[in-house]
Every structure is written in C-alpha cells, then in structure tokens.
C-alpha cells in the first residue's frame, strides 16, 4: 500500500516549512526537487531546483504545496494536470481543502515552530516528533493517504488522522483563541505604567504571543473566522460567569466552584502516558484514533499509533 | 527622618514571606522576633521565637502582619495598644486597609514569589530587585512610611508608592485577570482529546497559572472582586470586539487594527531604560512617582528613585 524509501518528492515554495520539508526528506533518502520564485538558496545548498513548476513536476509522485495560505489556489491550479498525490502544510484545513481542485489533494499541517522564516532558517529536524495533521475526508483516497502518512512518519514526525473542520476546530482552540486573549489581556497595560512596573509572571506568559505582529494573528484567526469566533464565544461565557460570581455576596464562593473543572484539565495537561495501538486501515478507525488524541508513528505491514492514556472524555 | 540600620522588627507570621523577611531582616544586621501559632521551624534554625504576640511585640518599633487576609483583622487586633508601626504583607491592599484599625498601620506588598510556602522555603534574597508596593494614603504618617521605605530598600527591594485603591487596580490588570484568562483557556480542552494532543507553546504559557489551585484563584480574585470585575469587563469588551470582526466580510482587515495597539503595548513590555531621579519627601510626588512606573531605591538624606523612559501615556 506504500513504500516511503523511494518517494520522489517535489517540493513547491522553498520558506522555513517548505526548505526544511526538502532537507528532511533528502537526509531520509527520499529523491526531492524543489521550486521557488527564487530558489537560489536551496541551489546553493546543493538542493536540485527546477526552473518551473512543470520542471519540477515532470518525475515526481507527490507534490508538496508548501506556500501561504493565500497563494494557495493559485499555485494548485498550476497542479491540474499533475497525475501525483498532493498535499499541503497551511495552517487552516478547510479554506486549504477549497482552495486546491486537484482530485488527488490531501490536507496536511505540520505543527511545527515558525518563529523564523525563509529557507535560512530551514532545518532537517524541524519535524522531529511533531504533529502533523493529516486529512481524511470521505474524497480522500486512502491509499494516497498512506502514503503520505509512511512519508511524513519518515521523517520522524506523528500523524494525526483528523477532518479538516476537526483540525479547524482544534487549531482555534489551542492557538487562535489563545492569540486573541493574549492580545486582550496586553490591551489592558494602556496608560497604566504602574501596572507595567508590577507585572510579572502571569502576565508575561499570558500576553506572550501578543508580541506577534497584527496582521499575522489577523490572518491566522481570520483565515479560520467560524472556528476561532465560535471558541472566543465559549471563553466570553465563561468569562462573563466569572464576572457574575465577582458580583455575588460571597464571591470567593462563588467563582471556586466554576475554576475547579478547568483547572484540572490543566493540571492533566499534556498527557504523559500512552498506549501502543494497533489500527485497522479504515477511515472510520484512523479518525476515531485521532479524535482520542492519538497518531500513528509507524505504516506497515499495520498500521501502529499511540493513544494518550487519560480519559478527556469528561468529568 | 529614618535610620534603618536598628530597627527592630517582629514579623507574626513565618511562612514564605515572614520566614523570608525574618532571614532578610537578620542578614542586614536588623534586630528581629518572630511569632508564629507554629514557630518551631524559625526557632530551629537560631531566630529569636516569642511564645505570645505581646512578648514578641515587647521591643519591637515596627510589626509585620505576614499572615493571610482572612486572619488580618484578628491578628491586627491583638496589636490595639501597640505603640510602633504596623505593615502587612498581603496581596489585596483596600480590604487590608479596611481590617487593620491601627493608627500607624501602613500596608504593604512585596511582589515576590508565592508558589512555595512555609518557613522551609524561606529564602533572605526573596526580595532582592523585587517590587514591594507601600501604601501611601491620607491618613498616612510620612514620616513611618520612610521609616518602612528605608526598611525595604535595605532588603534590596524596589519600593513602589501607591494607594490601596491604584495597588488593587494594577494588580486586577496584571495577576488576577490573567489567572481567570488562563482558566477560561483551559476549559477549551473539555472533552477535546485531539486539542489537547495538538496543543504548544501559545497554549501551554496561555493556561499556565490555570494549574493554580482553584481556591487560591478564587481568594485572589475574589477578595479584589471589584477591579477583577471591572478589568474583566474591559477584556470581555475587547473579545467581543474581536468576534465582531471575525463576523465581517473580511475578517482579516477588520480584525488586524483592534490588535495593533495592545501588540505594540506587550512588544514595550518590560520597559528597558530607566531615568534616575531624586524625589521630594512629599504625598504628591512620591505617588506621581509610583503612577509614572517608578519606584525608590534609596532612603537617605534626600530620596532616589527610577523611573521608565517609556511614554506610556497613550498612542
């Protein structure tokens, strides 16, 4: 059903993502070639460039979209005759999954730092047991699909099987929303530099990726709008319920009961034990072990994952 | 006006920050006595132990309430006919004003580290560079706030003058809303196996305090209720803003302008150049200090202090 050793991989958009894909897949033994507007970094690295998108399309059997969200659908149609799977590594999966008309399209996201960017920052073990979600929807091949997933285990990294709007859903939740609070949280420094003086710890760590620049998190939390609105609802009930028990006659009675739930998710927060799994090459099974926190590490003969060990399903 | 190098100093309370005080106090050559319903700890390691709060008041010319709030009032009592000064250590400064009757009572609180407790991890270099705000109200004696300046300066720590009602403000903006922001973050994970499992950095600093016991958070928060509430307010409006924007046509630039502000506000946080400047021994223009970030290091013959180079007054 697959047979990673001797991929022959072209990857298209040589930044961070992309440049570290094409030194990761060739120190695997992995056949690459890459394309970029201007991909003489990579050249110069020793990397084998082409000069166009259909150069670096002639032998390749997987084709690796590693360009913004926005350049997307354009770059994708330049795909449309392209008989390889392909893939992509943007960080939200639905707009991704409408965005790219090729039949053989599988969603993928990396979760892997981008603090830096370009191919100068590109690293070989940028993927080293990162999360790299993988989608499977009812169009997906499941053969393709394996194949990219042997690929991307390959290199080291854990395969989520999710749905693209799973994966929005998710990203929301633990990076988007969490961008917005930030933010918030650093607005309310505004003309109070004795605040500024006493802030510390909490503070620092709860205002942290407000630093991002605007039109990053704008564009990371408007390219996934629904999601990332629908979770900040949920944070401003809770918020609001918190503000109400600030308001009763015993607030400190109040509010305890409301913090305890989610402190405990904290506390459980990353999980630390994990079960090896066994899984059967179906989709149905595959997304269920992603919805269950796990990922696959090894594709086989079987298919091997593991699965977090404490139950999240609630209280 | 102060002469800090023979003060001698009871702390009621051994805890963290009583231990730690009592050791401080000591290593800077302070005459010290401690109290404490346990004392046996302190009195182990070789610091002079009264077996009542008025022995241990005996000789003392200032006394330091190092216990919780919700013991404040009692143990402030006990100290009715005591002729010294009277400060405290806890973290909500309105409600400690309102519990200690005693007419020499100047409040205080030192910003120092709290995730430890008891005698046994008492540190003496707990304070050192740390922001210890004094409470500097109307019906203040000049002369005793010196007198504790001079005190907390020769630990090492930066004292920040300000009112109980600035104190309580600027901590709801940089601890207790923070704490509930953190909590709010965490109940995301509720029944989200596959979130949890994708979750990084952004959530990971995000929930951080999220792990704090939910009691401890709920006495914070709830024993400052009203600023907490009303800074609370203020996020809530932001994310509701935020939410709005994610509803627009374009998400993307309707949500960029509302983040560039507070991104620019944590991008100048901490401040990083400081003026030194010489302060009148006067109400008006220590608290001017304190509301533009500054603070005193020394207490001499004339004042001293530092204070942000960074405008903060608005855009």
């Given at each position: ?23 990761a ?117 499941l ?53 500024a ?19 990053l ?8 709008a ?16 918190y ?23 904290r ?49």
């Open positions: 059903m697959c047979e990673s050793a001797d991929v022959n991989v072209t990857v298209l958009g040589l930044g961070l993502i992309g440049g570290s894909l094409l030194r897949l060739a120190a695997r033994g992995h056949r690459v070639t890459g394309y970029d507007v201007d991909g003489s970094a990579a050249a110069a690295a020793g990397f084998p460039v082409a000069g166009t998108i259909p150069a670096a399309l002639a032998d390749a059997s997987v084709a690796v979209l590693a360009v913004p969200l926005p350049a997307l659908a354009g770059v994708g149609a330049e795909l449309a005759g392209f008989p390889g799977i392909v893939t992509d590594v943007t960080s939200v999966k639905g707009p991704a999954r409408a965005a790219v008309a090729h039949p053989r399209f599988v969603g993928g996201h990396p979760m892997a730092g981008t603090e830096s960017s370009g191919f100068a920052a590109s690293d070989p073990h940028l993927f080293d047991g990162c999360a790299w979600v993988l989608c499977l929807e009812p169009e997906t091949d053969d393709d699909w394996l194949t990219l997933a042997g690929l991307i285990t390959s290199l080291g990294a854990r395969v989520v099987p999710a749905t693209a709007a799973e994966h929005d859903q998710a990203v929301a939740r633990i990076s988007h929303v969490p961008h917005l609070l930030a933010t918030a949280l650093s607005g309310l420094l505004e003309g109070q530099a004795q605040a003086t006493l802030a510390a710890g909490s503070f620092r760590d709860g205002t942290r990726v407000a630093a991002t620049r605007a039109e998190i704008a564009a990371m939390c408007g390219g996934n629904g999601p990332t609105a629908e979770n900040l609802s949920t944070v401003i009930g809770a918020l609001s319920a503000r109400d028990a600030l308001g009763a006659e015993d607030p400190i009675a109040a509010l305890t009961p409301l913090l305890e739930r989610p402190g405990l998710l506390r459980e927060w990353p999980a630390t034990t994990f079960s090896t799994v066994e899984v059967e090459p179906d989709p149905a099974a595959l997304l269920a072990l992603g919805r269950a926190g796990g990922w696959l590490t090894e594709i086989g003969p079987v298919l091997v994952g593991k699965r977090p060990e404490t139950d999240r399903s609630g209280s």
